[in-house]
């Protein structure tokens, strides 16, 4: 099952790509499952590392975070690392964070379909609230989600504090929704502020190929960036 994180911990990795799979399906043994769950003021910080086949499954937050959960008041930071082929039942596919979230030089998805994480919003990452969040030359690609906001990167309803969250470099490339639903209609193939106050900055960072496949008689909003009523960017 998923790691519990309550303390401050770093875990690096060695060798030749090194990684986690929580995958145990194919070899007859436990069924997926999340990989790491931060909770109780914990600090998780991961270096050089490969998380894969991560799935949330359950209902209330066991439906998030399909690779990461970070609860409120807690931190994880990924330097080098990649989370791909994560999926959540509700948000998240790769992280899904109300904490403090860090990544420099990392990779949520991959370079094919395949890799990609997936989820109802916020196919990579979900933050729903939270005290900050710093995307430094990181690459969010090929991500997914199905009737929900976000492929890539969903900034869902939440409080969020004066902290800054910042993009810088990197690209948010060919994440995309998919809509089945006639009657509702979902934003922001790349990225999405859904209904929260957040302070974000953008620079530097590619942003193409996203996409939006709609249903008849329904017109998506932002294929590449949707941005709230409430958003500050």
Do not use: W
Not at 118 to 135: P, Q, R, V, Y
């Amino acid at each position: 099952g998923a790691i519990s994180v309550t303390k401050k911990i770093t875990v690096k990795g060695e060798g030749t790509n090194p990684e986690l799979d929580a995958n145990k399906n194919a070899g007859g043994g436990k069924p997926k499952h999340r990989i790491f769950t931060v909770e109780d003021s914990g600090e998780l910080t991961l270096e050089n590392l490969t998380l894969k086949g991560g799935k949330a499954a359950g209902s209330g937050e066991g439906a998030l975070g399909g690779g990461i959960l970070v609860k409120a008041g807690c931190k994880a930071e990924l330097t080098n690392c990649v989370v791909k082929n994560c999926e959540a039942k509700e948000a998240g596919g790769g992280i899904y964070s109300a904490g403090e979230l860090v990544l420099d030089g990392s990779t949520i998805g991959g370079a094919s379909a395949s890799d990609g994480n997936k989820a109802k919003n916020g196919g990579g990452i979900c933050l729903e609230g939270g005290t900050g969040m710093t995307l430094q030359n990181c690459i969010i690609k090929n991500n997914e989600v199905t009737d929900g906001n976000g492929g890539g990167i969903c900034f869902n309803d939440g409080s969020y504090d004066s902290s800054e969250y910042t993009i810088t470099g990197g690209e948010i490339s060919y994440n995309k929704i998919k809509m089945t639903d006639p009657i509702l209609t979902y934003s922001g193939g790349g990225l999405a502020i859904v209904n929260a106050s957040v302070n974000l900055i953008i620079d530097g960072c590619k942003i193409e190929g996203n996409t939006i496949d709609g249903v008849s008689g329904k017109t998506p909003s932002g294929a590449g960036l949707y941005l709230g009523n409430e958003a500050q960017t």
